[in-house]
């Protein structure tokens, strides 16, 4: 069970659009539509933005969308806010009631 | 409003046993559709699923962990709890408590975390 691959950093001006992606196998992401982010500030517990592949929690502004192309999961932020910049984790179900995460996406606004 | 709440010592001797507890407020954690599940991480580094348990005694864990890990519920306390034996070093993490949705694998609601530190 290996950690999912994320990129360790990504950027972006505000109002403009960042993608962040997790990659997996078929074992895990690509054989699944359970991948979910988690968005998560210094010093703070993550919370959920996106589950389901594309799901968003009430509440979570809709800026924020999921996608899934084979092995691939991606989190597109559009219209980027200062508060955007934080610690992103993506997670897939990965069978046998197991989950796993990435290793995490630092997103800085610039 | 559902809330959890990691409790329990912050600082642990090698080659003894992490002992944690998460109280659930604002919701039952007899709840026939969530599970519970552990999260750890290490400073400075990413999320590690620990476990995963159903009130009923259904627990699944991180093949990782497994030998060392055990988890249980006390549903008259709405608590669970998770010991982990033999610590070592990297150990040290927070460690989170949250709730398991598993319609869509999702962990919706999370406790602030509680760092361990593992030393002598």
Redesign the interface.
């Known amino acids: ?1 290996s ?1 999912l691959t994320q990129p360790p950093s990504a950027s972006g001006s505000p109002g403009q659009s960042v993608t962040i992606s997790c990659t997996g196998t078929s074992s895990d992401v690509g054989g ?3 991948v ?1 982010w ?1 968005q998560q500030h210094p010093g ?5 933005m996106i ?2 592949v594309s ?1 968003r ?1 009430s509440g979570v502004p809709d800026r924020f969308s999921g996608s899934k192309s084979g092995n691939t999961a991606s989190l597109t932020v559009s219209g980027l806010q200062a508060e955007d910049e934080a610690d992103y ?1 993506c ?3 990965a069978g ?9 996406t630092k997103l800085t606004v610039l | 409003q559902l809330q959890l709440q990691e409790s329990g010592p912050g600082l642990v001797k090698p080659s003894e046993t992490l002992s944690l507890t998460c109280t659930v407020s604002g919701g039952s954690i007899s709840s026939s559709s969530h599970y519970w599940d552990w999260i750890r991480q290490p400073p400075g580094k990413g999320l590690e699923w620990i476990a995963t348990m159903y009130y009923s005694g259904s627990n699944y864990y991180n093949p990782s962990l497994m030998s060392r890990v055990t988890i249980s519920v006390d549903t008259s306390k709405n608590q669970f709890s998770l010991k982990l034996s033999s610590v070592i070093a990297a150990d040290t993490a927070v460690y989170y408590c949250a709730r398991h949705d598993p319609t869509d694998e999702q962990l919706d609601y999370w406790g602030q975390g509680t760092l361990v530190t593992v030393s002598s």
Do not use: I, R, T
Request: charged share 15%.
């Open positions: 069970q950690a699944y539509n359970y979910s988690y703070k517990a993550p919370e959920l589950y389901g799901k929690p984790y997670s897939s179900y046998s009631n197991k989950l796993v995460f990435g290793g995490g």
